[in-house]
């Protein structure tokens, strides 16, 4: 590590004064996102994530969840209603066997690369409370077959007990049948440059930039309801929003998600976006949704006069808007560029962070005012 870099752990002394904040100028900004990026939650295990964000809404929002585990704050009034939403969910493990040798065996949750996990420590988060684990790799000089081991997702070493002495299969210890797993350090880092690090910015970057929305937009009056959807299970197929399509009805959805950068030696050829610092993205084709080439122009014609820069972007994945437009409304997905999603430490910029804020409360003046 850098040692101009500042990093907050959820197991080390807090940073005090200016250290604690994650951008300059945004005091309130730090302390909530840094909690964000440190709560654990995979998908499928939102609970915690959820706990916070509701924690976080505005007094007098009204707010609703469903069985799904989606949560949904609303403001405004009409008959009619427009969506804004971001995923609370993060990738990860599922433990699905602790094996009598103290070894345990994982499932991957979402879109893991392997290489990103080797040899890594992690933390089991159980329902007992969380412990260690080491993702094991073979040393390069015993690999059999190096190619195959490095694409193989690992067993995981939990360091719990063995036979006799094992009381999580009895109840008296951590209870592995809600468990999973995450980095050591659910870190955020500062540089003295405006770029925020951390696992998990993809989406709770999207979570932190809807919760201050709606702070914004709160006391304004509005012709139509505004929803800020704050979604499980997108990164394993966008589940939480089909289950919203199924039962909201609305003109327009906008989700506020991440968009791969590859401005970076050895990143893709064509990457997403430009890279951060760029400006705000609108995904106009991606694998879930493609935009109506009139509706992009409509909003960068909105972004234009609102002075916020963009960046038009075609890439792949999806975001939760692909589940909406079935449904027949005007969708269009927002992205934050970010460096190395999915990696142990992703990176995005401050500038594209608030153009984004500001992008989402014009959107929501324009088409639900």
């Not at 989606?70 to 066997?97: P, R, S, W």
């Not at 201050?212 to 309801?225: D, I, N, V, W, Y």
């Not at 960046?311 to 589940?323: K, N, S, Y």
């Amino acid at each position: 590590m850098s040692s101009n870099l500042i990093a907050r752990s959820n197991t080390g002394p807090p940073c005090s004064g200016a250290g604690a904040a994650l951008f300059r100028g945004v005091p309130a900004m730090d302390e909530l996102l840094l909690s964000l990026l440190r709560t654990p939650g995979i998908s499928g295990c939102e609970e915690r994530v959820r706990a916070l964000v509701e924690s976080a809404l505005p007094g007098g929002v009204a707010q609703e969840s469903d069985a799904m585990g989606n949560l949904v704050a609303t403001i405004g009034e009409g008959e009619e209603a427009i969506l804004f939403c971001a995923h609370l969910d993060e990738i990860g493990f599922v433990v699905t066997e602790v094996r009598e040798d103290g070894f345990l065996r994982l499932r991957a949750v979402g879109g893991i690369d392997p290489r990103t996990v080797l040899g890594h420590v992690v933390r089991v988060v159980t329902e007992g409370g969380e412990r260690l684990g080491v993702l094991g790799v073979n040393p390069p000089h015993l690999m059999r077959d190096r190619a195959k081991e490095m694409k193989e997702v690992p067993r995981g070493d939990g360091a719990l007990p063995r036979r006799g002495g094992d009381e999580s299969r009895r109840g008296g210890g951590p209870r592995l049948s809600r468990a999973r797993l995450r980095r050591p350090r659910k870190t955020a880092l500062r540089r003295e440059r405006p770029l925020p690090r951390g696992r998990a910015l993809d989406d709770r970057l999207g979570c932190w930039v809807l919760l201050r929305a709606l702070e914004r937009l709160q006391g304004e009056h509005f012709r139509k309801r505004l929803h800020f959807a704050f979604t499980v299970q997108e990164e394993v197929g966008l589940r939480g929003a089909e289950v919203l399509s199924r039962r909201m009805s609305l003109t327009h959805v906008f989700a506020v998600d991440s968009a791969s950068a590859a401005d970076y030696p050895h990143g893709l050829p064509r990457p997403e976006s430009r890279g951060p610092g760029q400006g705000a993205c609108l995904r106009v084709l991606d694998n879930a949704s493609i935009i109506p080439p009139a509706f992009t122009r409509e909003i960068e014609a909105l972004a234009a006069r609102e002075g916020i820069p963009l960046q038009i972007i075609f890439g792949g994945g999806g975001t939760d808007v692909g589940a909406f437009q079935y449904g027949g409304a005007r969708v269009m997905p927002l992205g934050i560029p970010l460096r190395y999603t999915h990696a142990a430490v992703e990176m995005a910029h401050r500038a594209d962070v608030d153009a984004t804020l500001d992008f989402v409360c014009a959107l929501a003046r324009k088409y639900g005012g």
